[in-house]
């Protein structure tokens, strides 16, 4: 399964992006977008899966330094 | 090389068969790039998708202050950037940078695309329903982000 993860950031920090994943994310896990690190907070499936994709929202913060 | 394997993991080629894919596979050139290298500009004419072979690309917007750029996400093997140029050839909505020596790519031309999809209407409905689906993926990602507190 390939997960298409949007990912939106608490803050207006970033303006959100979307990336392929080879592993569900989950909450707590940390994903680097652009140049520095964000933490999950939640993730949504909004949409049904289609195939071998699978389409998730994930929020995220920025890590604290 | 086959490009089929790393086709079947494109989510705007999802339902085509072997067959299907072997004629899009026939549209795409390879092109490698380096470190640093500018792939296209935030407002350049489009007309080419790009899915990434091997390496990796650097997604960026323009910022307010004059010449700076905000990175916004880094792309790998098995990525596509550049598909809304299939669509419309409207202004690229950011830049891609290369940023690793020896990336790989391969290439396909909007005009050849459209012609495929011309030609085998199959391949055309069921491209364009998934584009079609990967729009509205990016939209409700837009809508999320404008909920959230700024």
Redo the contacts between chains.
């Keep these: 399964m390939?997960y298409?993860v949007?990912f939106?950031?608490?803050?207006?920090g970033?303006?959100?992006?979307?990336?392929?994943m080879e592993k569900r994310p989950k909450e707590g896990d940390r994903v680097?977008?652009?140049?520095?690190f964000y933490e999950i907070v939640e993730v949504l499936e909004?949409?049904p899966s289609?195939?071998?994709?699978s389409?998730l929202?994930a929020?995220c913060r920025p890590v604290e330094k | 090389m086959s490009i089929i394997p790393l086709l079947k993991k494109v989510d705007i080629l999802n339902g085509l068969s072997e067959s299907q894919l072997e004629k899009v596979a026939e549209l795409c050139r390879e092109q490698t790039y380096n470190a640093g290298d500018l792939i296209f500009r935030e407002n350049d004419k489009s007309s080419e998708m790009y899915l990434i072979q091997d390496g990796h690309v650097e997604i960026t917007l323009n910022v307010p202050k004059p010449g700076t750029e905000k990175s916004i996400v880094t792309l790998g093997k098995g990525q596509i950037f550049g598909e809304m140029a299939l669509l419309d050839e409207g202004p690229r909505a950011a830049s891609a940078r290369c940023i690793a020596d020896g990336t790989r790519l391969w290439v396909a031309d909007r005009a050849d695309f459209i012609s495929l999809c011309e030609k085998d209407t199959r391949i055309g409905f069921i491209v364009m329903k998934n584009i079609a689906a990967d729009l509205a993926f990016k939209l409700r990602l837009i809508n999320l982000t404008r909920k959230e507190p700024g």
């Design positions: 390939i298409k949007s939106v950031v608490q803050g207006g970033h303006p959100g992006a979307i990336q392929n680097k977008l652009g140049d520095k909004i949409i289609r195939g071998e994709f389409y929202h929020t």
